[in-house]
């Protein structure tokens, strides 16, 4: 059963547009919400994260959106750029094991 | 600060042998976990371990195990491997379980099992 369900599984956006990648979980328990950007040949990185208790948190173009009470959150990359093109993942966490959503390939056309 | 270091980077093997895979993780970081990353199933949690005890485990066959050293190195084995087991194997160190971790990813290991 996955934990953590992403979509789209892949995703194209023209150089300056906004990219919107969706998660959803249904474990009450989890108290963090990494993003992890990963490149062809190298380990995820962590991206952004945010905890329950807030609402929104942005770091330069990248921002997520939580909605504790929908068990959704969203990570948009404002004026995406062909640098971002990578897979995305989201995850969700309790303690110290993390459930990862399958994953999303995001292609900025320049 | 060294990232996450994990050996071989790339593996062959035949149906039926076993493997072991290293990963030495941030200095100071004591909790290691691996995943398996396959395409269309993302990452799916093998176990953590902290402090030389494994504390998690995914749902993964008994051929599937790891270890923990005093110096938080970790490693995986698998045996009796099969086609099924081709994916990369990645290994991520936390600071402390006790607190919201940040893992921090290696560059993993791919295996290929033919």
């Known amino acids: 059963q996955q934990q953590v369900k992403q979509s789209p599984q892949s995703l194209i956006v023209q150089k300056g547009g906004i990219s919107i990648i969706n998660c959803a979980y249904e474990n009450t328990a989890f108290d963090y919400f990494p993003w992890y950007q990963q490149f062809p040949g190298k380990g995820p990185a962590l991206l952004i994260a945010i905890r329950p208790d807030v609402s929104e948190k942005k770091e330069g173009r990248f921002t997520i959106s939580f909605n504790k009470s929908a068990k959704q959150f969203s990570l948009h990359i404002m004026d995406s750029q062909p640098g971002d093109s990578a897979t995305y993942f989201c995850a969700a966490s309790t303690g110290n094991q993390f459930y990862f959503g399958t994953g999303t390939s995001l292609t900025v056309i320049p | 600060k060294a990232g996450v270091t994990q050996t071989p980077r790339y593996l062959i093997k035949t149906r039926g042998q076993q493997v072991t895979l290293s990963c030495s993780p941030i200095s100071g970081h004591r909790s290691v976990s691996w995943y398996q990353q396959t395409p269309g199933q993302g990452l799916q949690f093998l176990f953590e371990?902290?402090?030389?005890?494994?504390?998690n485990k995914g749902n993964f066959p008994g051929r599937f195990s790891g270890r923990q050293f005093s110096n938080s190195r970790s490693e995986m084995n698998v045996s009796t491997l099969e086609l099924g087991d081709s994916a990369l194997y990645l290994c991520?160190?936390?600071?402390?379980?006790?607190?919201?971790?940040?893992?921090?990813f290696g560059p993993g290991t791919r295996l290929t099992v033919l």
């Open positions: 991520a160190s936390s600071p402390d379980t006790r607190s919201y971790n940040e893992q921090f």
């Open positions: 371990y902290f402090s030389e005890t494994q504390r």
